[in-house]
Nanobody
Framework: QMQLVESGGGLVQAGGSLRLSCVTS????????NGWFRQAPGKEREFVAA????????NYGETVKGRFTISRGSSWNKVYLQMNSLKPEDTAVYYC??????????????????WGQGTQVTVSS
C-alpha cells in the first residue's frame, strides 16, 4: 500500500499564494508519477497538474497554466504545488495522487492508483 498526505491548504485572499505539499510513503510501487486534482462542491473532479518521477515532464490544466507550478523535492517522495495569483474559483479540496506510470504526467484521474485525503483551499474575494 501507499499513503499520500497533503498539507498546506487554508484560507487566502484573491491574488495571494499558497504552497501545497504531498508526502508519499509505502512500498507498493518504487517509482511513480504524481498528480494534483481538485474538486469544488457540486462540481466534477478537475485535473490541476502532474509530474513524472524524474521531474522532467510536467502537465497543467488549462485553468491554472501560468499560475501554478508543480515540482518534486530533493526527497523524491515529496511533491509541491505552488499556487500564485489565486482566484475565488480556485476554491476546492485539492487531492494528491500517485500513478504506477512513472514516466508520464497524466491528466486522467483513471491513471492514478493511490489518493490522499485532500486539503481544503479557500480563496476569498
Amino acid at each position: 500500500q501507499m499513503q499520500l498526505v497533503e498539507s498546506g491548504g487554508g484560507l487566502v485572499q484573491a491574488g495571494g499564494s499558497l504552497r501545497l505539499s504531498c508526502v508519499t510513503s509505502g512500498r507498493a510501487i518504487s517509482w511513480y508519477s504524481n498528480g494534483w486534482f481538485r474538486q469544488a462542491p457540486g462540481k466534477e473532479r478537475e485535473f490541476v497538474a502532474a509530474i513524472n518521477w524524474s521531474g522532467g515532464s510536467t502537465n497543467y490544466g488549462e485553468t491554472v497554466k501560468g499560475r501554478f507550478t508543480i515540482s518534486r523535492g530533493s526527497s523524491w517522495n515529496k511533491v509541491y504545488l505552488q499556487m500564485n495569483s489565486l482566484k475565488p474559483e480556485d476554491t476546492a479540496v485539492y487531492y494528491c495522487a500517485a500513478s504506477r506510470s512513472w514516466k508520464s504526467s497524466s491528466n486522467s484521474a483513471r491513471e492514478y492508483d493511490y489518493w490522499g485525503q485532500g486539503t481544503q483551499v479557500t480563496v476569498s474575494s
